[in-house]
C-alpha cells in the first residue's frame, strides 16, 4: 500500500513518546525523505461541485493549464504561451463506464475500481437526489462550507474499502493505527468540524450514513461513539491536498532557460495572470481535498522543523523533504502551522495548536522560550488581538500547494 521512494528501513518508529518517526542514518538538507501514497483520499465536495476537475482518485488536476485559468478568470480569451509545458495529458484521460467520474489514467480507475469504487459507484442514479450516497453528501455540504477541511467522502471511502477488501482485518488494523483521542478530545474536534450544533449534526450524519453505507464487520464504526471516533480521526489525521495544473505549468516555466528579455516578458505574465485571478476568484486556486497518510501522521509537530510536506507531483504523492541535515537518532518534525503562525509568540502558537490539535508544544524553540517569557499572557493576547488568525485562514494554508 505504502510507495516508499526511499529505504523505508532507513526510517524508525519508535512510540515511547506516543507516535514520532526518527532518522536511523544521516538525512541531507534538500533530501526527500519519502514519498507516500494516501491509505484513502477525496477530494473535498464543493471543491468538486464548483468545477475543479480533478482525478476521482488521485486528485490530479485534469484541466489543461489553460483552461484552469481561464475558468478562474471567468473568461475564455486568455491564451497562455508555452503550451507544451502544460503537463495534463488528456488522452489519458478515463471515465467509470457506469456512473461516468474522471480519473487521470486507467491505472487510477483501476486502483479506485479494486479499492472502494465498486461500493460507491452510483451507477445511473449519480444525478438521483434521493440515493442514499447523493443525501449524505448534500447534508455535508450543508453543514461544511468552503474553506473545506474535510469530507465525509474520506470516511466512506473508508468504509467502501473494508466492505470491498478480502482481508477486512487488515484494513482494520491499519485505520486503527491513526491516533485515538479520549471521548473529550474527540468532542473538542468533532466541535471544531461542525460547529455549534455539532451534536445534533453528527446524529444526523451518522443515520445518512449508516443508510448509505451499514457493514456488518464494522458495526462499531455506525454506534454514535465509533461515529464520532471515525470523525476526530479525519478531523486530527486528515492532511490537505492541493493540485493545480496551472501552478504545476508556472513551475515549468519558472525551470525554462530563456534569453532576459523573453524571461522579463514571460514573469511578467505570470504575475499579471495571478492578479486577475486573484480579483475573479480570489484565494480559491486549487483542487483540493485531504487524505491519510500512515508515515506522515507519525510526525510530530515542531515550531521549527526540520522536514516539510509538498506535493509537487500534481496529484495525492506526499513528499516529505527535509529542511536541514538530520543526524541519526534524531526526531523528524513537521510544522502543523504555517510560516507566519510560527513567528508569532510562544503564547499564540499554543493556543491555535491547542484549539486545533489539542496539545501543548515542547519543541526546544518553545522551551527556550519559556524562560524569557516578560509578558504575561493577558498583555500579549492585547498585543496580538488583532492580528489573531481566523480557523479558515489556518486550515486554507494547510491546503497550499
Ligand atoms: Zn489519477
Ligand atoms: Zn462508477
Ligand atoms: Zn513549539
Known amino acids: 500500500m505504502l510507495q516508499i521512494s526511499t529505504d523505508w528501513e532507513s526510517l524508525l518508529f519508535l512510540h515511547s513518546k506516543g507516535k514520532g518517526l526518527f ?14 501514497k494516501p491509505v484513502v483520499s477525496s477530494q473535498f465536495l464543493w471543491n468538486a461541485l464548483y468545477r475543479y476537475k480533478a482525478c476521482d482518485h488521485c486528485l490530479r488536476a485534469l484541466e489543461t493549464a489553460e483552461e484552469n485559468a481561464q475558468r478562474l478568470l471567468g473568461k475564455s480569451c486568455r491564451i497562455l504561451p508555452h503550451p507544451e509545458q502544460c503537463s495534463i495529458r488528456k488522452d489519458l484521460h478515463q471515465h467509470c463506464p457506469l ?41 455535508w455540504r ?8 474535510s469530507s465525509i467522502m474520506l470516511l466512506a471511502r473508508m468504509v467502501a474499502t ?3 477488501a478480502k482481508d ?18 474527540e468532542e473538542e474536534i468533532v466541535h471544531k468540524l461542525l460547529g455549534d450544533k455539532f451534536k445534533g449534526q453528527l446524529e444526523l450524519l451518522r443515520r445518512l450514513f449508516t443508510e448509505a453505507l451499514y457493514e456488518e464487520h464494522l458495526s462499531r464504526w455506525f454506534t454514535p461513539e465509533g461515529f464520532r471516533s471515525l470523525f476526530a480521526l479525519v478531523g486530527t489525521n486528515g492532511q490537505g491536498i492541493g493540485t493545480s495544473s496551472l501552478s504545476q505549468w508556472v513551475h515549468a516555466c519558472d525551470a525554462l532557460e530563456l534569453p532576459p528579455h523573453e524571461r522579463e ?3 511578467a505574465f505570470i504575475d499579471q495572470l495571478y492578479k486577475d485571478i486573484e480579483k475573479e476568484t480570489g484565494e480559491f486556486l486549487n483542487c483540493e481535498g485531504s487524505g491519510l497518510y500512515v508515515l506522515q501522521s507519525c510526525c510530530n509537530h515542531s515550531c521549527i522543523p526540520n522536514a516539510e510536506t509538498s506535493f509537487p507531483d500534481n496529484n495525492f504523492l506526499l513528499h516529505l523533504v527535509a529542511l536541514e541535515e538530520i543526524k541519526p ?7 502543523y502551522l504555517d510560516c507566519c503562525q510560527r ?15 489539542l496539545f501543548t508544544c515542547s519543541c526546544p524553540k518553545c522551551l527556550a522560550q519559556a524562560d524569557d517569557a516578560n509578558l504575561t499572557s493577558e498583555e500579549e493576547e492585547e498585543l496580538e488581538g488583532e492580528g489573531e488568525t481566523d480557523d479558515a485562514e489556518l486550515e486554507d494554508e494547510m491546503t497550499d500547494v
Do not use: M
Open 329 to 335: 537518532g534524531e526526531e523528524i518534525c513537521i510544522s
Open 99 to 139: 456512473c461516468q467520474v474522471a480519473y487521470c489514467s486507467a491505472e487510477c480507475r483501476q486502483s479506485a475500481f479494486e479499492q472502494y469504487h465498486q461500493v460507491l459507484c452510483l451507477g445511473p442514479s449519480r444525478e438521483d437526489p434521493k440515493h442514499p450516497l447523493n443525501k449524505l453528501q448534500d447534508a
Open 265 to 267: 516578458q514571460l514573469d
Open 168 to 185: 477486512k482485518d487488515w484494513w482494520i488494523k491499519l485505520f486503527s493505527q491513526f491516533c485515538s483521542k479520549t471521548a473529550n478530545e
Open 23 to 36: 532518522a536511523t542514518r544521516n538525512i541531507h538538507k534538500g533530501e526527500t525523505i519519502f514519498v507516500e
Open 162 to 164: 473494508v466492505k470491498q
Open 142 to 149: 450543508n453543514i461544511h462550507y468552503p474553506p473545506e477541511t
Open 343 to 357: 513567528e508569532r509568540s510562544r503564547h499564540s502558537r499554543h493556543k491555535i495548536l491547542r484549539e486545533h490539535y
